[in-house]
């Protein structure tokens, strides 16, 4: 089982939708979640941090569930600038190495 | 603002041609590594540095060696390209091993014909 995984999608969301997504970890002892946007031929870059009790940052939503080992990222009221890739990362327990799930392609349609 | 600065952005290589691709960062940042991104299988590291002098091996390094005889500077060498590493390159860096933000540098294209 990969350390980390993503269904790579597209998901083809209507102007305005909401879309959400799911990435499932393997590391039972992982510590720290993250979601990273990744533009068409650009630079990941970070989106949001995931903490356990889950947090917002305007229109998106990111949630933890340990006992089923997957974090989840829900955007609301999609924009056309929302087309991306968003990239799930974890972070190990007692180490520093950084594991990148495939990503999640996002097609925001007008 | 700088930040991680990565050269070539572009570049054909025939097969066992050497390189270098070039990564500096100006945030004094002790941590730095490089990734390649393939097509299916996301971000996979090569090799990494944890201050001047110190480097280590990732996931992926065969094929590849690095040095880092400053904080600033952390290239990477191809030392006999082959097709299986036509890739897009990701330079990173952050402040230490406890910091969780990457900062990425903007990539470079590779093809290896």
């Known amino acids: 089982r990969k350390e980390v995984e993503q269904d790579p999608g597209p998901f083809n969301v209507p102007e305005g939708a909401t879309v959400a997504f799911n990435c499932t970890y393997s590391?039972?002892?992982?510590?720290?979640f993250f979601w990273y946007r990744q533009d068409c031929r650009k630079e990941p870059k970070l989106l949001m941090s995931?903490?356990?009790s889950g947090n917002e940052d305007g229109r998106f939503t990111a949630q933890l569930n340990r006992a089923s080992q997957y974090i989840s990222l829900l955007i609301r009221d999609s924009k056309l600038s929302d087309s991306a890739t968003y990239l799930c990362?974890?972070?190990?327990?007692?180490?520093?190495?950084?594991?990148f799930g495939k990503g999640n392609q996002v097609v925001v349609i007008p | 603002n700088a930040g991680v600065t990565q050269t070539p952005k572009f570049q054909v290589l025939k097969t066992g041609q050497s390189m270098t691709l070039q990564c500096a960062q100006d945030?004094?940042?002790?941590?730095m590594s490089w990734y390649r991104q393939d097509p299916g299988m996301g971000l996979r590291l090569i090799h990494y540095?944890?201050?001047?002098?110190?480097?280590d091996q990732g996931e992926v390094p065969n094929g590849y060696n690095v040095s880092r005889s400053t904080t600033e500077d952390f290239p990477l060498r191809l030392l006999s390209a082959a097709p299986s590493q036509t890739s897009v390159y990701f330079c990173?860096?952050?402040?230490?091993?406890?910091?969780?933000?990457?900062?990425f540098g903007e990539g470079s294209w590779l093809t290896v014909v």
């Open positions: 990173a860096s952050r402040p230490g091993l406890a910091s969780n933000t990457i900062y």
């Open positions: 990362v974890v972070r190990g327990y007692g180490n520093n190495r950084l594991a």
């Open positions: 995931v903490y356990s």
């Open positions: 590391n039972s002892a992982s510590q720290s």
């Open positions: 945030m004094n940042h002790e941590y």
């Open positions: 540095s944890v201050g001047a002098g110190i480097t």
